[in-house]
């Protein structure tokens, strides 16, 4: 990280950490849709209804309970609400969730590296037009200068009897299915579009993004710390080659970046996919948005979700029901050779991306359990060299 990134970020955090004490002194005033809520504490009936209600005269919050919750990067609680008559006539929505940063070390690592910010314009701006299975979003909001941040979404465990994807969940062949169907309809919607330079000036395409990474939270010593860490999960002839595996990262990102660019989820790991009671995969958790080739989701989603088996058996016919749900969807796909050789390439998204969830330090939060992680790294990491990645980064030309 070069000394300016580093006074950048180093002034970022200093006044982060000034907002987060003040609001803990002087708790900010949550009444209106314009006001954003610290934490689950400070919501209040006024407030939801504010947010809930605002297109619904008459309607209002009469009380909400508690759910269940979790932390990780964020923190997460569900919620149900009651309304008056005026608002169950109006169908408003019951049972939803809340997700928010009401930590110091949250709004430090989804602050400065935009995660909030990309969240909030992806509910306010492209869910509402994507077809997809993905929460519907209620509300979106946050302070730029303390990176506070409050999001009331779809409580899909509810209304959809979904269940949250993690590494230790089996995803059968029809799970699967499901997964590069929805991918490639979300591909599909903004293939090649003049939509992501015109409406979302915001996004950067995926190499730009990392790079933004690198310089932020030094992202390269972290992962290079986890290929050591996980030194008895990765297979032998992938660790002789540890060297070249952040050159080969970054190199993958480039050919990422070519066009044609779609819309990319980015940071689509098992753990980000929910499963309803019919078995269709969901997306949530759209904090890593960005444009790129499509082959960076596909081969991020397959390695993560399957089972080193199942990928190795489905892997081809898998890429191959891609390939024709895009085109159903107006994207182009290439010939297989192509999107196979580039879905061999991505394999190291996936793979950084965990290997820095595994080699962050006591100082960062827990963004994710180690056996979680470890099961991760096991399988994009196996992946790799039965693909032969790092010998296909190989034939990369200018």
């Known amino acids: 990280m070069s000394v300016s990134a580093k006074a950048r970020l180093a002034g970022s955090m200093l006044r982060i950490a000034g907002h987060t004490l003040r609001e803990r002194v002087a708790k900010p005033r949550v009444a209106t ?6 934490s689950y504490h400070d919501i209040t009936e006024q407030w939801l209804t504010a947010v809930l209600c605002r297109e619904h005269p008459g309607a209002r919050v009469l009380g909400f309970e508690r759910g269940a919750g979790s932390e990780g990067t964020t923190s997460r609680q569900a919620m149900t609400v009651s309304y008056n008559e005026a608002g169950r006539k109006a169908g408003l929505p019951e049972a939803v969730f809340a997700k928010f940063t009401s930590k110091l070390l949250s709004r430090m690592l989804v602050g400065p590296a935009a995660a909030v910010s990309s969240e909030a314009r992806f509910y306010r701006f492209v869910r509402p037009g994507l077809s997809i299975e993905a929460p519907v979003g209620y509300y979106a909001a946050y302070d730029e200068r303390s990176w506070r941040s409050m999001f009331l979404l779809e409580d ?21 299915e499901s ?37 932020l939270i ?16 990765m297979p032998e002839s992938v660790l002789r080659r540890r060297s070249e595996i952040w050159p080969s990262f970054m ?17 689509v790991h098992i753990g980000n996919w929910y499963a309803t009671e019919q078995k269709a995969m969901g997306l949530y958790d759209w904090q890593c ?41 107006g994207g182009e796909p290439p010939a297989f050779g ?8 991505q394999m190291f998204h996936g793979l950084a991306f965990w290997l820095f969830t595994i080699g962050a330090s006591r100082l960062q939060p827990e963004m994710q359990p180690k056996a979680f992680s470890m099961i991760n790294v096991a399988r994009m990491s196996q992946a790799v060299e ?13």
């Open 218 to 233: 030094g992202f390269r010593g972290v992962t290079e710390n986890g290929v050591k860490v996980s030194d008895t999960i």
């Open 156 to 176: 899909v465990m509810t209304t959809r009897g979904a269940r949250p994807g993690n590494p230790e969940m089996y995803v059968d062949r029809q799970m699967a």
């Open 179 to 215: 997964m590069v169907v929805q991918l490639a309809a979300l591909h599909g919607a903004f293939w090649d579009s003049p939509r992501l330079a015109a409406d979302f000036p915001w996004l950067q395409n995926s190499e730009a993004y990392q790079v933004n990474l690198n310089e």
């Open 33 to 38: 849709a314009e006001d954003i809520p610290g």
């Open 289 to 329: 948005l960005t444009k790129g080739q499509w082959a960076g989701d596909v081969a991020y989603a397959l390695s993560s979700a399957l089972t080193v088996d199942d990928r190795r058996a489905w892997e081809r016919e898998l890429l191959e029901l891609y390939l024709d749900e895009l085109k159903a969807a």
């Open 251 to 267: 190199r993958s990102l480039a050919l990422n970046s070519r066009p044609p660019l779609t819309l990319l989820h980015t940071d």
């Open 338 to 345: 192509e999107a196979w050789l580039a879905y061999r390439r």
């Open 386 to 398: 039965d693909l032969e990645s790092l010998d296909s980064m190989r034939r990369t030309c200018g």
